[in-house]
């Protein structure tokens, strides 16, 4: 191809034919800019598409770590936060207030009452996309609605967890009433000392009444937050796979 331009250049040069020549110096000009232009298309099409599928990538995995989080860690842990409320409201109407509530229900209400759900919020996807550089994401409403839910709910939440994981070990752990009972063969003893520990009692109201209702606002303002999200992310994901 080259050769043949270059033979069309020295047959009019050759022919004196200047006017032509100059016609044909300004097309050929023209045919390279639009090379070059096609060429540059091109390679920005492909750059497009090369970040278009790493967006993708941390899109989905985002999408699918946000979906698990909600699924196995906030919901069930809004279950198992209600029912602790749930059982020492049980415990001091049918317990402490009265006494309408057999021996094995107390075991189970204070069980119930002092099991704990370790909330693990998974960051791993969320920390990868930084490190990659927000800027990949072409969708502005979705990096502000990551960047509240990973930099301040789920780090919000999680110091909530942890004040409460501290407060609740450090207080039954050092109650001597807990320690003693013979939880397997618990008896009317056992129930007698349960009742008369006033400091557990106010211990356990101060977290059914405070902590617990603060750590259980939250994860109820997470939950909706998540799932809106969730329906963000499958819309854009759609949308970035029909480009």
């Given at each position: 191809?080259?050769?043949?331009?270059?033979?069309?250049?020295?047959?009019?040069?050759?022919?004196?034919k200047?006017?032509?020549?100059?016609i044909?110096a300004?097309g050929e000009?023209?045919?390279v800019v639009?090379g070059?232009?096609?060429?540059?298309?091109?390679?920005?099409w492909?750059?497009n598409?090369?970040?278009?599928?790493?967006?993708?990538?941390?899109?989905?995995?985002?999408?699918?770590?946000?979906?698990?989080?909600?699924?196995?860690?906030?919901?069930?842990?809004?279950?198992?936060?209600e029912r602790?409320?749930?059982?020492?409201?049980?415990?001091e109407?049918?317990?402490?207030?009265?006494?309408?509530?057999?021996?094995?229900?107390?075991k189970?209400?204070?069980?119930?009452?002092m099991?704990?759900w370790?909330l693990?919020l998974?960051?791993?996807?969320?920390?990868n996309?930084?490190?990659?550089g927000?800027d990949?994401?072409?969708?502005?409403s979705?990096?502000?609605?990551?960047l509240?839910l990973?930099?301040?709910?789920?780090?919000?939440?999680?110091s909530?967890?942890?004040?409460y994981?501290m407060?609740?070990y450090?207080?039954?752990s050092?109650?001597?009433?807990i320690?003693n009972?013979?939880w397997w063969?618990?008896?009317d003893?056992?129930?007698?000392?349960?009742?008369n520990?006033?400091?557990?009692?106010?211990?356990?109201?101060?977290?059914?009444?405070?902590?617990?209702?603060?750590?259980?606002?939250?994860?109820?303002f997470?939950?909706?937050?998540?799932?809106?999200?969730?329906?963000?992310l499958?819309?854009?994901?759609k949308?970035?796979?029909?480009?």
């Amino acid at each position: 191809m080259i050769k043949f331009f270059r033979k069309i250049r020295q047959k009019l040069l050759s022919e004196n034919k200047f006017s032509k020549y100059l016609i044909y110096a300004i097309g050929e000009i023209v045919l390279v800019v639009i090379g070059i232009l096609i060429a540059l298309q091109i390679n920005n099409w492909n750059e497009n598409k090369i970040k278009t599928k790493k967006e993708l990538f941390h899109l989905e995995n985002i999408l699918s770590s946000i979906q698990d989080d909600l699924d196995n860690q906030i919901s069930p842990c809004i279950k198992k936060t209600e029912r602790q409320i749930d059982g020492f409201e049980l415990l001091e109407s049918d317990f402490y207030d009265n006494n309408i509530i057999s021996n094995d229900s107390i075991k189970r209400l204070f069980f119930q009452f002092m099991a704990q759900w370790d909330l693990v919020l998974n960051t791993v996807a969320f920390d990868n996309l930084k490190s990659t550089g927000m800027d990949i994401l072409s969708n502005d409403s979705i990096k502000t609605k990551l960047l509240t839910l990973y930099g301040l709910e789920y780090k919000y939440v999680k110091s909530l967890q942890e004040y409460y994981d501290m407060s609740h070990y450090d207080r039954f752990s050092s109650s001597s009433t807990i320690k003693n009972i013979d939880w397997w063969r618990f008896s009317d003893e056992d129930k007698q000392a349960l009742k008369n520990d006033r400091q557990l009692f106010l211990v356990m109201k101060s977290e059914a009444n405070y902590s617990l209702p603060n750590y259980l606002d939250e994860l109820e303002f997470i939950k909706p937050i998540s799932q809106e999200l969730i329906e963000n992310l499958n819309q854009e994901i759609k949308r970035l796979k029909e480009k």
